[in-house]
Nanobody, 123 residues
Framework: VQVVESGGGSVQAGGSLRLSCTASGLDLDDYAMGWFRQAPGKEREGVSCILWYDGRSYYADAVKGRFTISQDNAKNMLYLEMNSLEPEDTAIYYC?????????????????WGQGTQVTVSS
């Protein structure tokens, strides 16, 4: 299994970026995929995840209304559209593959990670 992110960069506050992630080597219908981020000096935190088989998505409170997670089933691609970016969004963003919970309505146990992509938002 290989996970590769792309699309990071530097923007001014209020700007937008779109991150992309490709996952190869598995049937994603059996999994969830998610975006995480780690800012300097802080622990890694979850940003958003999606249940691949039905597209249900979940967001951290800090990004609700500004970020949108989406999928392209044909290409096995995951995206994170980030709008109204704030300096507090500056971090390395990681894409990861996780499991579905026992009720098939949540994302758990992310075990396969990409290398990360830097997002820098200046004020």
């Amino acid at each position: 299994v290989q996970v590769v992110e792309s699309g990071g960069g530097s923007v001014q506050a209020g700007g937008s970026l779109r991150l992309s992630c490709t996952a190869s080597g598995l049937d994603l219908d059996d999994y969830a995929m998610g975006w995480f981020r780690q800012a300097p000096g802080k622990e890694r935190e979850g940003v958003s995840c999606i249940l691949w088989y039905d597209g249900r998505s979940y967001y951290a409170d800090a990004v609700k209304g500004r970020f949108t997670i989406s999928q392209d089933n044909a290409k096995n691609m995951l995206y994170l559209e980030m709008n109204s970016l704030e300096p507090e969004d500056t971090a390395i963003y990681y894409c990861a593959v996780g499991d579905l919970n026992s009720d098939y309505d949540g994302c758990v146990d992310f075990g396969t990670w990409g290398q990360g992509t830097q997002v820098t938002v200046s004020s």
